[in-house]
């Protein structure tokens, strides 16, 4: 399975603190994919890191791939309480996104 | 900015009736989705479309669903006779290409099976 799990499956931090999220896959992969989802909510595109690519930034958020160890991780810095959600990876296949479990962020105030 | 939209965003039905969720995708996208989201569980695919055709589609998207392009603008999932277990949020997604670009997704619709 090319599925996306994602560590730790919660995380609870102060605001201002950085937090990180990491995925871990099983398979080759074109590209990854990071999405945001609030509670009950659409899920919002982050990031795409394509295969060639090793770190991505955006804002506050830095995106890094370790293909050798089929890994990513995705730092948001300085967090706030808007960024309490929960925080997807997606594996890319040919026509689908294979998701991960999500780590569910909340971010205190 | 485009947006990929959805409706209805709330749907209630009595099991075994038959429900159709409507999705507008980005205008020059060419690559459609539905993935659906169990409360509390991951999102899965069910189905991609292109050129008028199913394009791959998971173990979930059995015959009780379809999928159409009525129209050059709306992407339709039905579910012909809706079980328990067929409730859940369902995203419309969109992309340009695939293989290497991103899928944008829509709000999702909430489907209430009863």
């Known amino acids: 399975s090319q599925q996306g799990e994602e560590d730790p499956q919660a995380l609870s931090i102060q605001e201002g603190e950085n937090a990180t999220m990491n995925c871990s896959y099983k398979?080759?992969?074109?590209?990854l994919q990071w999405y945001r989802q609030n509670s009950g909510r659409g899920l919002v595109h982050l990031i795409l890191?394509?295969?060639?690519?090793r770190e991505k930034h955006s804002g506050r958020l830095r995106v890094t791939l370790d293909t050798s160890k089929k890994s990513s991780s995705l730092l948001i810095t300085a967090s706030r309480a808007a960024d309490t959600a929960s925080y997807f990876c997606?594996?890319?296949?040919?026509?689908?996104?294979?998701f991960g479990t999500g780590t569910r962020l909340k971010v205190l105030a | 900015e485009p947006e990929v939209t959805q409706t209805p965003s709330h749907q209630v039905t009595q099991m075994g009736q038959e429900v159709i969720l409507r999705c507008v995708p980005i205008?020059?996208?060419?690559?459609f989705y539905w993935y659906r989201q169990i409360l509390g569980q991951k999102v899965e695919f069910l189905v991609s479309?292109?050129?008028?055709?199913?394009?791959?589609k998971s173990e979930i998207f059995d015959d009780q669903f379809s999928v159409e392009r009525p129209d050059g603008s709306n992407f339709t999932l039905k579910i012909r006779s809706t079980k328990l277990e067929d409730s859940a949020m369902y995203f419309c997604a969109s992309s340009e290409a695939t293989g290497r670009e991103t899928q944008y997704f829509g709000p999702g619709t909430r489907l209430l099976v009863l």
């Open positions: 890191i394509r295969s060639n690519e």
């Open positions: 205008s020059n996208h060419l690559y």
């Open positions: 997606a594996i890319q296949g040919t026509y689908k996104y294979i």
């Open positions: 398979t080759s992969i074109n590209n």
């Open positions: 479309f292109y050129n008028n055709e199913i394009s791959e």
